[in-house]
């Protein structure tokens, strides 16, 4: 298996808008930003940085418990 340590990173950044009605939200078209993954750790500027598959694991451990967002 290869080393994911520098894979790029695809991140979609959606503007969150509160409805006039102040009763709900909506998204915004995403702006999609492309970054590697050395970019990330250089970013973090205090701590140890986590490894990619802490990251991940984190993620995926959430991903059951989220509420479905509804437009």
């Known amino acids: 298996m290869e080393s994911k340590e520098n894979s790029e990173i695809t991140w979609l950044v959606y503007e969150l808008n509160r409805n006039a009605s102040d009763t ?12 590697l993954w050395d970019d990330v750790l250089t970013a973090l500027r205090e701590g140890e940085a986590p490894q990619q598959s802490n990251i991940l694991a984190e993620i995926s451990a959430r991903l059951p418990h989220l509420k479905s967002f509804e437009t």
């Open 24 to 35: 709900g939200y909506s998204l915004g078209d995403p702006d999609i930003i492309f970054t």
